[in-house]
Structures are given as C-alpha cells and as structure tokens.
C-alpha cells in the first residue's frame, strides 16, 4: 500500500513541475524564417577600385575612348562583377547625359555637326534615352529657323562708342521678340554685359534672353524659333 502511495505521490510531483518553456516564434504563422544575407560574390576592394576608375574615366570625358580604360568599358566590367550594384547600372544613363550636355555645348556654339556626333556617342550607350530625341529635334530646330547676325569692331566695343551703342540698341528690337534665342559673342563678359545693355535699350517691355560667349570678333547673333523652315 506504501508503495502505490509513493508511486502516486511521483506522479503527482511530476505534473506539478515547471515545464522548460516552448520556443518562441515571432513571425506570421505560415511565413518562412528569413534567408541569411548572403556575401557579396565578388571582392569588395576590387569592386572599389574599379569604381574609382570609372569615376576618373567619366570625369575625364573618356566616355567611349581610348579603348582600355574608357567609362564605358569600366561601367561594363563593374556590372559583370555585380550586376545587382546600383553604382553599375547608373554609370550608362551617366555617359549618356554627359554626351547630351557636350552636344548643348556644341550647340550654343552652333558647332551642329559636332552637336550631333555626341549625340550619336550617346546613341551607341543607350538609344532608348528620351533625351536623345529630343535634343536631336532642337537641333533641327535651331538649324533650319532664321537668323540675324550683327558683326561688332573691337576697338569699338571695348571703347564703348555711341555709334556702336546706337546700332545695338536698333538690333535689338528683333531680340524682344519671343521666339527670338540670343548669343553675344564678346572679347570679355565686361564687354558682353556692355553689349546685353545697349541691347535692351531697343523699345519694348519683354525681357531680352540672352547667352554671352567669350571669344572674338564681337558679334550678336539672334535665331527666330516661329519661323523654321
């Protein structure tokens, strides 16, 4: 009798003890532990170095040449050692706007043939690109609207004569309209604000937008937008 009263007493003491507690699952039901991140695939000092040569390519406008250690290139090699990089992928849509803004530089210089070479760089990047298009019609734009130039003497205009002063000051009545796009191309940006003034003498309210160049002889040029051929 002593003994099944011990064997109950076991029992007993048994159910009433604590329990280790059960593991605790913070997820969702249903949803999987979460993947380790895994290391990188590539040698992150490489990638780096790497990096810093594109960056010195871009900035040297080696966009496409010379052949070993062009943006391009280095861009390329970045994206194959890590196609997931953000700094990869974007160093296309770089060289791209870079060649886009050479050809606006072209442009303002009305260098046309040289505008449209950097654009078919950018082409040979990425052909897709909007800005491409775009810029190619303002070139057709400015090529075919109509144009008025007025030629300027130096000495004239470095000694601010009155009859220099009078002549702008005619010119630049077509330089209110506003279709009108205007470059003054001076012998310093002293002399082109000098220009730009007798400009807005002309009569009229609207405000003349101009672009002034460094560079000889004097002249001011006014291209008409409205009236493309």
């Known amino acids: 009798m002593r003994r099944l009263l011990l064997a109950a007493s076991l029992a007993l003491l048994a159910a009433c003890a604590p329990q280790p507690p059960a593991s ?10 979460p993947a380790p991140m895994p ?19 871009l900035a040297a406008d080696r966009l496409l040449t010379p052949p070993d250690s062009n943006a391009y290139l280095l861009f390329s090699q970045l994206l194959a050692m890590a196609p997931d990089a ?8 770089r060289i791209v706007e870079r ?8 442009m303002e210089r009305e260098h046309w043939s040289n505008a449209r070479e950097r654009l078919d760089r950018a082409a040979e990047v990425d052909a897709a690109h909007p800005a ?24 004239a205009v470095r000694g601010r004569r009155a009859s220099t002063s009078a002549r702008l000051a005619a010119f630049g009545t077509g330089a209110r ?18 220009i730009y003034q007798q400009l807005s003498k002309a009569p009229g309210e609207r405000r003349i937008r101009a672009s002034i160049q460094i560079g000889s002889p004097p002249r001011v040029t006014v291209v008409y937008l409205g009236t493309a051929r």
Request: glycine share 4%; charged share 35%; aromatic share 8%.
């Open 177 to 194: 309209r506003p279709d009108a796009r205007v470059t003054i191309r001076a012998p310093s940006d002293a002399d082109g604000r000098w």
């Open 39 to 57: 290391a990188p695939r590539y040698d992150e000092d490489e990638f780096y170095e790497l990096l810093a040569r594109a960056e010195r390519a």
């Open 24 to 33: 605790v699952n913070t997820l969702p039901p249903g949803k999987p532990e």
């Open 99 to 106: 060649y886009i803004e050479l050809a606006l530089e072209a």
């Open 132 to 155: 491409i298009a775009d810029t190619r019609r303002q070139i057709d734009l400015l090529v075919n609207a109509e144009r008025e130039s007025l030629a300027l003497d130096f000495a």
């Open 86 to 93: 953000p700094a990869a992928r974007e160093g296309f849509a």
